[in-house]
């Protein structure tokens, strides 16, 4: 399959596709994962879901664990490549900006994912653990929500 499709090289994880896991009492299940490259190294991209079928992304950067879901929002912006770091929109503060490539995916995953597309993401913190990703690609402006989670605090499930 060498030029036509992409193995993910093993990376050490905590979270292993359809292996359940808890985070903070809940009940997740690792369906898939997409690799994204930023130049300088690479994130990836956990797709679960809970017991109630409701669709999470738990992203693992340099160490960093953030459990997001999907929101419908209206943004007091059109244009992501306008936000600047420490901008502030409300309560919320642009912390990071950035560009990721898919360099990879494995398992099931809730949409089509293609080797080489890039999209855009700025991330907007509030507080000391709540997070807004809003990630734009051609097909327009996704917006994540949730909060940075302690990886020692991630259970597996046995039995």
């Not at 734009?136 to 917006?143: K, M």
């Amino acid at each position: 399959m060498i030029g036509t499709a992409s193995t993910l090289s093993p990376e050490p994880s905590l979270i292993n596709l359809h292996d359940p896991i808890i985070i903070d009492n809940q009940n997740y299940l690792p369906l898939g994962k997409i690799r994204y490259s930023y130049g300088r190294g690479f994130w990836e991209e956990w797709f679960l879901t809970n017991e109630q079928n409701r669709e999470f992304w738990l992203s693992i950067d340099e160490g960093d664990f953030v459990l997001e879901h999907r929101i419908q929002l209206t943004l007091p912006f059109q244009n992501i490549n306008r936000l600047t770091i420490g901008k502030a929109y409300g309560e919320y503060i642009v912390t990071e900006i950035g560009e990721g490539e898919c360099v990879g995916f494995e398992g099931e995953l809730p949409k089509q994912i293609t080797i080489g597309k890039k999209h855009r993401y700025v991330h907007l913190s509030k507080g000391g653990s709540s997070l807004m990703t809003v990630e734009s690609s051609d097909e327009g402006i996704e917006i994540f929500q949730g909060n940075w989670i302690d990886p020692f605090e991630i259970q597996k499930v046995y039995g």
